[in-house]
């Protein structure tokens, strides 16, 4: 029999119990919503039945409308097959059913999940049951009546967060919100709903219709008031996202003329933006996130992941103490290993540090912390390496220094150790060249600072063997990263495709444009910060590191730029010694520096770009493409090269290593979203004009030709060896 369905069972005490079933999270595919449809008007029709209760297989309620669908509608263009469920299903079929409807929630009821149950006359739920509207965070807003309903049950303020935050609650904050009536044991739960089902048939329980309800939105002069405040702190925190102030357009609709207007506007704006670019973009993030952890020849040759318990850490700077961090408030225990004393305290400090912040953050209890810290133990020699399960190396970017400690490692570990490196640059084989080993040997890096950004970037050198890279997935994922696997190359996938984004802007400082001008362009088009600023924060060390690494390997193809070295040579060191591109003060944003301009002058004198002499005149989306493009283009190389498994991982490595913007759904999905034939002849034109750095690779020129997305059969042209 399928997994998917919904059964429904009448029993003596005249309760029709309708059971959502489709695992893993009992999503509201197609064939599910008919069958509520079909089972609750049968429920409704028999004599038999007194009452009814929904509930979902697995321990869970329903995490929404499967998001399967919103794809496929992406795919066809036609938001037809998504079934009339608002009307047909909630208001018809559940709200206004002639016998009473109790939810009975457990786990989790998301999107469409909580808005069947909102549907419902009362809602009974076991205790830490997640509950919210995260439809925003799809590029949608709620299309069961949501909009409607949630302000109803908890207040307009509330709603509003809930939904614009796409924040879920839980189950014991939902009862004081007046979202659900009734908190009972998991064991209970089906009891006590079929009870308040058929007390409320008595007339015992109210039998309240949430549309119908008015008692806590409040004067409409207040509503409007809560609305424009809403308005104009969206417009604020989310100005790319169109579904933030249609949402808020929605609810008033139903403030001004009533729920069912409301439901009706709901519905139609629902389906004017699942075909917005923003949907796209975060419906294919969404799916692509979760393709990650399917890695072909690991994740499918039924090998089962090793428990990661210990782990040794070789450095203590600012990468080793992130990584410490992330692995101790895990509950993982760690060994951290440095040269002296003084080092090794500071690391320690760092990491205590590190652990402070996430409870004044609110992300960790003081016990929790306090429990964290506990799992640290910090060392000078290799003795207590000898019962550890990994070993993360992260020292500074120094092959002859890196190869000594992975001869040292391997006699001092144990023979099932892994022997991870954090290198965000050298070749792996390169580093484990010297010891026997290499089966063992994987990169795990992280990104800056490591305790806070999602990514984890797996490195698979040419040996590695399938269980140690399923093990390094499985403490990606134990420490609440995402890991995705990749293969062994200069930068490897996100500093490899993103090298050419600062170089880009330099080139066009060269040019004569503004550096703030540049950094603005960039934060308007989504990115949390320009290229200057991140320069900036990282401090211009690591640009000069960072960037001969890649002059060496990409000698082809790269913007040697003299910028830094002239900064670094006039005292400045960007944040870390207070003189970047800009001024930073306590308490106040970044300010752009006037006294950097002069430097920025003498760089362009020096570089003789400038066309005349003068400034080029461009406008700001010429600015956006001219860095982002020559992203595209090395992005289209590490695709022909098959360094990652998919397009959709480069996307996700993009947005969560180099924070593009979801919802523009990642840097390859942006630029299919752009079109191959616009990126090609755009970086055609500019070779043409300042040179090889902008030259179209083959993989991009050969999709332009021939109109095939970038992101199609990444792996199958003639010219790709795949590294995985
Ligand atoms: C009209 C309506 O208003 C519109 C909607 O309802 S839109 C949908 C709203 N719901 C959501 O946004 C919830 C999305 N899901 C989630 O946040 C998380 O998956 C969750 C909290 C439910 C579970 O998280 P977790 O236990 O970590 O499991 P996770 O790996 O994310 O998901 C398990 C599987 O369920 C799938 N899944 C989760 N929610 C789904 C959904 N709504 N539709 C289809 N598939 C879904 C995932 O894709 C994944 O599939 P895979 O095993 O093939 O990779």
Redesign the pocket.
């Known amino acids: 029999m399928s997994q998917i369905q919904v059964t429904m069972e009448v029993g003596k005490d005249g309760v029709a119990v309708i059971t959502i079933s489709n695992p ?2 009992n ?2 595919a197609l064939p599910i919503l008919t069958g509520l449809k079909e089972n609750f008007h049968e429920a409704a029709r028999r004599s038999d039945v007194k009452a009814i209760v929904l509930t979902g297989r697995g321990g869970r309620f329903s ?6 669908i ?1 794809q496929k509608v992406h795919g066809t263009g036609d938001a037809s097959i998504i079934p009339d ?1 608002s009307v047909d299903l909630v208001v018809n079929a559940i709200e206004d059913c002639k016998k009473p409807i109790v939810a009975a929630v457990e786990g ?1 009821a ?4 909580l ?1 069947l149950a909102m549907g419902c006359h009362a809602r009974v739920a076991a205790p830490r049951a ?1 509950l919210g ?3 925003l ?2 590029g ?1 807003i ?3 009546g ?1 909009t409607q309903r949630l302000p109803r049950l908890v207040g307009l303020s509330k709603a509003i967060e809930m939904m614009l935050l796409s924040k879920p609650t839980m189950s014991e904050e939902g009862k004081k919100l007046g979202l659900i009536d009734a908190i009972v044991p998991s064991e209970e739960l089906l009891k006590v709903s079929r009870t308040w089902a058929l007390e409320i048939a008595e007339r015992r329980k109210p039998w309240v219709r949430s549309l119908h309800r008015t008692d806590k939105i409040g004067s409409l002069s207040e509503a409007q008031e809560v609305l424009r405040i809403a308005r104009q702190q969206a417009k604020m925190t989310a100005p790319n996202l169109p579904q933030h102030q249609a949402c808020l357009d929605v609810i008033e609709e139903g403030i001004v003329r009533g729920g069912y207007n409301g439901v009706l506007k709901e519905e139609k704006v ?1 389906k004017e933006l699942i075909l917005s670019d923003t949907a796209k973009g975060l419906v294919h993030v ?2 692509a996130q ?2 990650t ?1 399917k890695v072909p020849n690991v994740t499918d040759v039924g090998l089962k992941p090793r428990q990661t318990k210990k782990v040794a850490i070789i450095g203590g700077g600012l990468m080793g103490s992130g990584i410490a961090t992330a692995l101790i408030v895990s509950n993982i225990f760690v060994v951290l290993k440095e040269v002296n004393s003084e080092y090794l305290l500071k690391g320690i400090k760092t990491i205590e540090a590190n652990v402070r912040g996430l409870v004044s953050r609110g992300k960790l209890t003081k016990d929790e912390a306090e429990r964290a810290l506990s799992m640290l133990k910090g060392v000078l020699d290799y003795s207590e390496f000898k019962d550890v399960d990994m070993v993360i190396e992260a020292v500074i970017e120094n092959v002859p220094l890196k190869q000594k400690i992975y001869s040292e490692i391997e006699k001092a570990c144990p023979p099932h150790c892994i022997l991870a490196t954090n290198t965000s640059t050298i070749d792996l084989n390169l580093i484990g060249e010297k010891i026997k080993s290499q089966d063992r040997v994987i990169g795990a890096h992280f990104f800056s600072p490591a305790h806070v950004m999602p990514l984890l970037e797996i490195v698979r050198a040419q040996k590695t063997s399938p269980q140690v890279i399923l093990d390094l997935m499985t403490v990606g994922k134990t420490i609440k990263k995402v890991p995705v696997v990749v293969g062994n190359c200069t930068g490897f996938a996100v500093n490899r495709t993103f090298f050419p984004y600062t170089q880009g802007a330099h080139l066009l400082v060269s040019l004569g444009v503004d550096v703030f001008r540049i950094d603005r362009v960039i934060s308007n088009f989504g990115l949390p910060i320009g290229p200057f600023r991140l320069q900036d924060l990282s401090g211009y060390g690591v640009a000069l590191a960072v960037g001969k690494e890649f002059a060496n390997a990409f000698p082809d193809r790269i913007f040697k730029s003299s910028l830094v070295e002239l900064l670094v040579k006039n005292g400045r060191n960007g944040k870390n010694n207070g003189k970047g591109y800009y001024i930073y003060e306590k308490g106040s944003k970044p300010k752009p520096d006037p006294s950097v301009l002069p430097i920025i002058e003498e760089f362009r004198q020096h570089t003789k770009k400038m066309p005349g002499g003068k400034p080029i005149s461009i406008t700001d989306n010429e600015i956006l493409e001219m860095i982002l493009f020559p992203v595209v283009n090395e992005a289209s190389r590490v695709l022909d090269e098959g360094v990652v498994v998919r397009a959709a991982d480069l996307d996700i490595a993009s947005v969560l290593g180099m924070s593009f913007p979801s919802y523009r759904g990642g840097i390859v999905f942006w630029a299919d979203t752009v079109g191959a034939n616009h990126v090609y002849k755009s970086l055609k034109k500019w070779s043409e004009m300042y040179g090889g750095f902008y030259k179209p690779s083959k993989y991009l020129e050969e999709r332009a030709i021939k109109g095939i997305p970038l992101s199609a059969g990444a792996t199958s042209s003639p010219s790709s060896k795949s590294r995985l």
């Open positions: 893993p999270v999503a509201l995490g929404g409308f499967d998001i399967n919103f469920v989790l998301l999107g469409g999940g808005e997640q509207l995260p439809e965070s799809l949608v709620p299309g069961f949501g629902f969404f799916l979760r393709a952890s």
